[in-house]
């Protein structure tokens, strides 16, 4: 094993960009179709691996939204979680921020409470045998308009001590973030705090709405950010996280080979990158395998990882002292 390759594993970490429902792994779907008496359009594991093959975000986005539809009970949204969490435990992940997108199963019928309780119940138990501690982002859909989103926000109201903020995903093209204006102002009101996915596939102009029409605290992805040059300045000014998400950008064609990833160069250019796994069922790996693939690709320093992972603790939204003791875990693994 390679020092780096050492190093990505010894590294504590946090995931802070995961959307739950894309951690769902073929035999998993399998499983819960069957226990559910779901007819899913493929025969075998091996039939669903082969159909993960994406030219963009939406071709993932069908086959994301296809695969939810196993989940069902609180049991499913349950067994989810606790698996991703187990999952990535064992990569010394330690503190996680997940995405859930209530939008996707409202609309097949099942109940906001369904899905929130077999989530935090699995976060909960997770906390306290693995001392892991998570988070939950709702997401709204973009592709969905305001109205659904505000009768969403409303449903969150009655649960915030379970959820610390809400996000924006789904298909960026033709949905700007300034479509989500006042249902954004609303949640900041309500006191959540705000990410936005922009910049993925979306032009730079949507990373500045994310800033200044939505007031974001983090951007997810922003890739895109970097075909702008006061753009950059602004986000290294404020000191805005970018949740990167290599694997993902490699799989739904935002380059085409890992060697061109941009996250070197957001380094370079004073931006709080951070490395995430996205949907990792679906873009073929984990927070360690982001980290390796990256370094591979890119002959990342060891300075340069661990700066990396460090920024996944300083952007996440632990409160301030949770945050320092978090730091200090991972200052005193380093030295
Ligand atoms: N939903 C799940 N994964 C997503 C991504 N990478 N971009 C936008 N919406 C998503
Ligand atoms: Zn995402």
Not at 220 to 243: C, F, I, S, W, Y
Request: glycine share 6%; with cysteine; aromatic share 8%.
């Amino acid at each position: 094993m390679t020092a780096n390759a050492e190093l990505i594993e010894r590294l504590p970490k946090a995931e802070i960009h995961i959307h739950i429902e894309g951690s769902l792994e073929p035999d998993m779907m399998f499983s819960m179709a069957r226990r559910n008496g779901i007819t899913l359009p493929f025969n075998s594991v091996e039939d669903v691996k082969k159909a993960y093959n994406f030219n963009n975000l939406q071709d993932f986005l069908d086959l994301y939204y296809q695969g939810m539809s196993v989940l069902r009970t609180e049991k499913d949204f349950y067994d989810l979680t606790r698996a991703y969490l187990e999952r990535v435990l064992a990569e010394n992940v330690r503190h996680t921020e997940i995405f859930f997108d209530p939008q996707g199963h409202l609309a097949r019928g099942i109940g906001f409470e369904t899905c929130l309780n077999g989530l935090s119940r699995a976060i909960e138990d997770c906390e306290r045998e693995y001392g892991i501690s998570s988070s939950l982002i709702m997401c709204f859909l973009r592709h969905l308009d305001e109205a659904d989103a505000e009768k969403t926000l409303d449903m969150a109201l009655a649960h915030k001590n379970r959820i610390i903020g809400v996000g924006l995903d789904s298909s960026e093209l033709g949905h700007p973030p300034e479509k989500f204006k006042r249902v954004f102002r609303r949640a900041r009101d309500e006191g959540f705090l705000l990410v936005a996915h922009a910049g993925e596939e979306g032009p730079p102009d949507y990373v500045w709405q994310a800033l200044d029409v939505l007031g974001v605290d983090r951007i997810d992805h922003g890739n895109r950010a970097l075909e702008d040059a006061a753009l950059v300045k602004r986000l290294a000014a404020d000191k805005m996280a970018l949740t990167v998400c290599p694997l993902s950008n490699l799989r739904l064609c935002g380059i085409s080979d890992m060697a061109d990833h941009p996250i070197q160069r957001m380094l370079d250019a004073g931006l709080m990158a951070t490395v995430n796994s996205d949907d990792p069922a679906y873009f073929g790996g984990y927070m360690n395998e982001n980290y390796s693939t990256l370094d591979k690709a890119l002959g990342l320093s060891s300075d340069e990882i661990t700066r990396l992972a460090r920024n996944g603790f300083e952007a996440a939204f632990l409160d301030v002292d949770a945050k320092q003791a978090a730091l200090e875990e991972f200052d005193s693994t380093i030295k």
